[in-house]
């Protein structure tokens, strides 16, 4: 009996991972699910189809007004910004847009008894379709592209159609974009100077080279995600977070984290913990000579820096004098879009896609995240590249974001299910080493960052930092995305952020009333981040002028090995 049922379970599996490959990993069954939920309350709501119905009639007005002024408003929308997109019949086609948009909001949000997570599936999805559709996509309809083209003579079509060809090439046979080939990674970037002191089955740690005489004695530890390579945080000698930290005076740690393949498939949630984050701890600790250590977070490694800093803290010697966490959550309720990819239905058929596999595929991964903004990451660039013919410049960031890492079935899928799905850490649920977590084991002063355009982790979501009860919370809220808002050296252009200090009795405040409250600044983040590390430090030390120790010494040069796994 059980060797039939584990066939059949098997079977399923198997064809589900298969399937998966058609469908880009997204469940079918989820989103039929929220379709037919969706037919079935909208036939129960005679008001919203009527007036779904009537909406051509009651537009009309504003869309006759729109169309019949003589110098309508430059529209909001990026695509149709355009003088040219002023003049008829191209006003037209963008009002035509607009008002479609207006249409699929109503018909899919606002239903009476449907629920929040199918509205925001419904919702999502229609906006796909329609960003497909748009009228910016088309040369017979995009006045921008029409005018290129008759301008050049059609020598743009012809430029597009081979950036298309070579993009093709190089993605069938895995080579890297074009333009990566000018950033190589130690040589201009990831190239602080510094030593690997210890390598073990997960991590490569790297201690960097102290570029001033004396040096904080508390060490910062920086815990990247594995689902990216750690040099975001160390790209061109003038925007490496690193670096400026190192000409701060603080002795600097990153730990550099293996791009895991199949044979690592059952590495887990505990396995990164142990011989990632507490392995990287011990030997910091043991190389400053006991000093407390400055843990700093980013994305899933700041939620895996919670998580560590709440197991730590049961600890009489917590080796972590403070935690920084960039871009992370730990409490996951208000995870955003994000959290389309991660309902019961769709973590089912990931799970099953990994199981064949062993691990979540670079490609798998790029294409969620891609999907969350296809109108600048899919849509706009097939306009810009492969109509107009412009191929934008590389710069260090767009390559780092090329070099992507996978992730083991074990640990995403424990991720995605106990952390992502079940929110297990934040409602007190979670354990580790058979002892149970919860935020309320932090007793730790807390600095937190999150960015206004994040759309991996929503500063809405980030912010919920401030319920951690116990800690004072530096939080700052930093002008750009994910990733460009924490790449923020001083200097930047057009770099700005507002932060707020919140006591450990101090009372919450929501996102919307912190909003009122935090002062605004110009300029980047990281200096107030390092006045705040320098405030919870002691005395200064001399620099080690060797790096690591008898127990961790050096293995080789920074940036190691791991780095360079494809």
């Not at 061109?236 to 895991?260: A, C, F, T």
């Not at 600048?376 to 492969?386: G, T």
């Not at 007793?443 to 929503?458: C, M, N, R, S, Y």
Request: charge should be negative.
């Amino acid at each position: 009996m059980d060797a039939s049922r584990n066939f059949f379970d098997d079977l399923d599996r198997s064809y589900q991972a298969n399937l998966a490959r058609f469908t880009l990993g997204l469940s079918p069954a989820g989103l039929t699910e929220a379709y037919a939920s969706w037919l079935a309350h909208l036939a129960m709501s005679p008001g919203r189809l009527s007036e779904l119905a009537l909406f051509p009639l009651s537009q009309w007005p504003d869309c006759w007004q729109s169309q019949s002024q003589e110098q309508p408003k430059a529209s909001q929308d990026a695509r149709f910004a355009s003088e040219r997109w002023q003049q008829w019949p191209w006003r037209f086609y963008a009002e035509g847009f607009r008002q479609s948009e207006q249409f699929w909001q109503k018909a899919t949000t606002g239903i009476n008894g449907l629920s929040d997570e199918y509205q925001r599936i419904l919702s999502f999805s229609a906006r796909q379709l329609l960003d497909a559709l748009s009228p910016s996509n088309f040369i017979a309809t995009n006045p921008d592209l029409i005018h290129t083209t008759l301008t050049h003579l059609g020598t743009n079509l012809a430029a597009g159609a081979a950036n298309a060809l070579e993009d093709w090439r190089r993605d069938q046979t895995g080579e890297a974009p074009v333009g990566v080939e000018a950033f190589e990674v130690g040589r201009n970037i990831a190239c602080t100077p510094g030593k690997v002191v210890l390598k073990n089955q997960l991590i490569e740690l790297i201690h960097y080279q102290p570029r001033c005489d004396k040096v904080k004695k508390e060490p910062v530890l920086f815990m990247p995600a594995w689902i990216m390579k750690y040099y975001i945080l160390d790209l061109s000698p003038r925007n490496s977070l690193v670096r400026w930290l190192l000409e701060q005076g603080h002795d600097v740690y990153m730990i550099s984290w293996k791009n895991p393949g199949g044979e690592d498939r059952e590495l887990g949630m505990e396995d990164y913990v142990r011989h990632g984050a507490l392995a990287a701890i011990d030997a910091v600790r043991s190389i400053s000579k006991d000093a407390p250590i400055h843990l700093a977070g980013y994305c899933l490694g700041g939620t895996l820096a919670l998580l560590t800093a709440a197991y730590l803290g049961a600890r009489q010697d917590n080796p972590l004098k403070s935690l920084t966490l960039f871009a992370a959550q730990g409490d996951f309720t208000e995870a955003g879009e994000l959290m389309l990819f991660v309902t019961p239905s769709e973590v089912a058929f990931l799970k099953n896609m990994m199981w064949a596999q062993g691990v979540l595929d670079t490609t798998q991964m790029a294409g969620a995240f891609q999907i969350l903004r296809s109108n600048d990451l899919i849509w706009s660039r097939l306009v810009h590249e492969y109509l107009q013919g412009q191929r934008p410049g590389m710069n260090d960031l767009m390559a780092w974001n090329s070099d992507a890492t996978r992730m083991p079935f074990k640990m995403h899928s424990e991720y995605l299910e106990k952390l992502f799905l079940k929110n297990q850490f934040a409602e007190g649920h979670y354990s580790l080493f058979g002892e149970p977590l919860a935020p309320g084991d932090i007793q730790l002063p807390i600095f937190a960052v999150g960015t206004e355009k994040d759309h991996v982790a929503p500063w809405v979501s980030v912010h919920k930092v401030h319920l951690i009860g116990g800690n004072d919370v530096t939080f700052v809220l930093a002008s750009g995305g994910h990733n460009s808002g924490i790449v923020s050296e001083p200097g930047h252009p057009h770099r700005s952020y507002r932060q707020l200090f919140k006591g450990a009795k101090d009372p919450y405040l929501s996102p919307e009333h912190w909003l009122e409250k935090a002062e605004p600044h110009s300029g980047s983040w990281w200096p107030a981040w390092q006045a705040w590390l320098a405030e919870h430090s002691s005395a200064e030390v001399a620099a080690p002028k060797n790096l690591g120790s008898r127990q961790y010494p050096a293995k080789g040069d920074a940036p190691g090995s791991f780095v360079l796994m494809k």
